[in-house]
């Protein structure tokens, strides 16, 4: 971690040397869209760079997009905790996202879905025991001619989906993480250090109503199939 100090105190990035090259990289190109003097309307895109390299907004990493844009802290806050595009817990190392919408529906993404959670042994807004899957529910992806269609990790679309190529898209990622993978960062390992319990709960996703993320022991269930 890369501590910056502030007037207030220190604020400790969240971010490995690497990643924060990225985001540094990344937020200077959204700042740039924008007149100097309203740098803080790159807040929306700050929070998805973080998002990118963590797979969910940490308090710290909450703080850290605060102090880099100058905002306050608690409008922060306010803002990843209203759109649930915004991940409030940790997921898995592959976060696969089934899109629910009119097309991808009529289309057949009920039974992606329960395929995809029979596949993996976890329901939508739950991660795997290992850590590498975690599956929710989304809202149009705009992949609406390629429905159903099913998003990894904010990067990788995959459309027309079928039970034959799920299966197979999921066999991929377990034999060789980041495989099939669009550009982007690679897919994380889980984080040991993660807080669950330091988080607030997250607002409801899918149509299910499950929290954004729980895990498959805090949902009180059986050892997922792996
Ligand atoms: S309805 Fe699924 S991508 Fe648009």
Same mark, same amino acid.
């Given at each position: ?40 309307? $790159?807040? +929306? !895109? @700050?929070?998805?760079? #973080?998002?990118?390299e963590l797979g ?35 997921v898995g190392r ?44 989304? $809202?149009? +992806? !705009? @992949?609406?001619?390629? #429905? ?5 990790n ?31 960062p690679l897919p994380r390992l889980p984080d ?35």
């Amino acid at each position: 971690m890369i501590s910056l100090g502030t007037q207030a105190g220190t604020v400790e990035s969240p971010f490995t040397p690497e990643q924060q090259q990225r985001f540094d990289a990344g937020l200077d190109r959204a700042i740039a869209r924008y007149p100097s003097e309203r740098r803080k309307a $790159a807040l +929306l !895109a @700050a929070l998805h760079l #973080a998002q990118d390299e963590l797979g969910w907004l940490s308090e710290p990493a909450m703080a850290y997009v605060a102090f880099r844009l100058d905002v306050p802290p608690v409008r922060v806050r306010e803002v990843a905790t209203f759109y649930t595009m915004y991940r409030l817990r940790p997921v898995g190392r592959h976060h696969i996202g089934v899109c629910n919408s009119i097309s991808c529906w009529a289309m057949g993404a009920e039974d992606v879905l329960r395929q995809c959670s029979e596949i993996l042994g976890i329901r939508p807004g739950e991660t795997s025991g290992d850590g590498h899957f975690s599956l929710e529910e989304v $809202a149009c +992806l !705009a @992949a609406c001619g390629g #429905a159903p269609a099913v998003l990894v990790n904010n990067y990788a679309f995959f459309e027309n989906v079928t039970a034959d190529s799920l299966k197979a898209l999921i066999r991929d990622l377990r034999e060789q993480p980041g495989k099939a993978m669009a550009k982007g960062p690679l897919p994380r390992l889980p984080d040991p250090h993660a807080r669950i319990e330091s988080q607030s709960a997250p607002q409801a996703t899918g149509t299910l109503g499950q929290p954004a993320v729980t895990t498959r022991a805090e949902a009180g269930s059986a050892e997922p199939k792996r």
